[in-house]
């Protein structure tokens, strides 16, 4: 399988603190990837630097064989790498269905009716469907969680990366949304999904990798991972729920 | 029957304020953009209208075929070239290049026009009227308050119905998440300042054929603008339709008592509305 996803040395510093160091790996195409680390580890700012929210102080970031390190956030979201935010950003003055077309429209390149139906299937497989006139700004947390994934799935992304999604949900929601996400996943979509809800982030990943201070300090097989000593050690104080 | 006149002069008045005022709120609404050489840009529309108008031949009102596109494509430029890099966190740059753009502007209408007024000849149309039930009321003015109200509905489908629309209101309501939605701000951008700027270009022929200008009648124009803006409520088009009613009514029923309490009673009107209704009238409620 070619890699969809290269790190390569990413290092990236706020000041004193660094949140990446010389961090490597590689995505190959259709594999589900699980990030797991303690809070402050550097997780998100992994997700920056991929969409190009951040760009790093050195390394490169490539995406299906192409260097897009240089490439604006916008230009990165065409091409096809799509996130959700672990605290939901709507557009909160759209409805449901305009947030959803502007990802359908911008982020993949949709118009008119081709458009509008593919937002309408995605809403249906996130059950958002009958919030569609909804304003977003008056969502429920658990809906805004649903319109993360929406929009996401509307940007049509080859690469879609998951920001602790499945937090704050209740057992039955986070059933429903593991098998979204596994839909997904076997529809080939490459996925990188940062959780703290260890057995829902098992449910889908073949691979898992720790970091902590920036840095990867464990990767392989999500079993073994679990039953590392580094990992128990880094989870102590953390739920480990799996 | 005098006041009533007044009334609906002021109305039709404030139709040709709404356009003053509909580019700078579209320009506020998408990028938080304060735009001082706006009033400067409208005079700018109206002396590209006097040179159409001049070296062609042409009726002023037709001249728009070449002045809207020459001020939608002016728009584009400026808000790549120079507005972009000055929109941040800080809303002092833009204000003060806006304002170094607004001088700019006023120094090259000196250098290239002259300080002499200046006026478009519109022929019959300009002195023509139809009686309405005691009224007489001037084609000019009812067409202008009807292409006001075409321009402000033509702006509330193109944002509410079109994708257009939809990625104006996306960067103005969260711009990095747009971007990651895919969308190009600096090119959102432009293609505000672009269609902020047509409107301008019909509100500048309108005002060149209503009244004589010069190099300095941006001003007032800018705080027209602002006021009828500020009394509708930021954001909101159609408010900004009435604001400019508000003001237009306010100015003529002023001139109606006294013709030196013209300007003053639009004052005070913005004033009296700023202290009662701070947000305006129709504040847009945020989600």
Sequence with gaps: MPSILQLDGLGKAFGAVTVADNLSYELEEGEALGIIGPNGAGKTTMFNLITGTLSPDSGAIRFQGEDVTKHSAARRCRAGIARSFQVPQPFSGMTVFENAMVAATQAAGMSGHEAERHCIEVLDQTALLEKANVVAGSLTLLDRKRLEMTRSLCARPKLLLLDEIAGGLTDSECVSLIQTIKDVHASGVSIIWIEHVVHALLAVVNRLIVIDFGRKIAEGDPKTIMASPEVQEIYLGIEVDA | ?287
């Design chain 2, 1 to 287: 029957m005098d006041w009533v006149n007044a009334i609906v002069q002021g109305t039709l008045l404030g139709g040709l304020y709404a356009l003053f005022a509909a580019g700078l709120s579209l320009i506020f609404g998408v990028m938080r953009l304060v735009n001082i050489a706006h009033g400067d840009l409208i005079v700018l529309a109206a002396y590209l209208g006097l040179t159409v108008v001049v070296t062609t031949g042409l009726h002023p009102l037709l001249a728009l075929i070449i002045v809207i596109p020459v001020m939608a494509a002016i728009g584009y430029a400026l808000q790549r070239g120079i507005l972009n890099q000055t929109l941040g966190d800080d809303i002092l740059p833009p204000l003060l290049v806006t304002f170094g753009l607004s001088v700019i502007l006023q120094n090259v209408f000196l250098e290239g026009y002259t300080a002499d007024p200046q006026k478009m000849d519109a022929g019959a149309i300009e002195t023509a009227s139809i009686s309405l039930g005691g009224l007489s009321l001037g084609i000019l003015p009812l067409l202008t308050f009807a292409i006001a109200v075409g321009v402000i509905a033509g702006l509330q489908f193109i944002f509410y119905r079109t994708p257009l629309g939809r990625s104006f209101r996306a960067v103005s309501d969260n711009q990095d998440i747009a971007q990651l939605m895919g969308l190009n701000k600096r090119h959102i951008f432009g293609l505000a300042m672009a269609l902020a700027l047509a409107v301008t270009a019909i509100a500048g022929i309108l005002l060149g054929i209503r009244t004589s200008f010069d190099p300095t009648a941006g001003g007032a124009r800018l705080i027209y603008g602002f006021e009828a803006v500020i009394i509708g409520g930021l954001g909101n088009l159609w408010g900004t339709l009435v604001g400019g009613v508000i003001l237009g009514v306010a100015q003529t029923i002023g001139a109606k008592i006294d013709p030196g309490w013209q300007l003053l009673a639009g004052h005070i009107a913005f004033l009296f509305v700023l202290a009662v209704r701070p947000n305006g009238l129709f504040p847009r409620v945020s989600g």
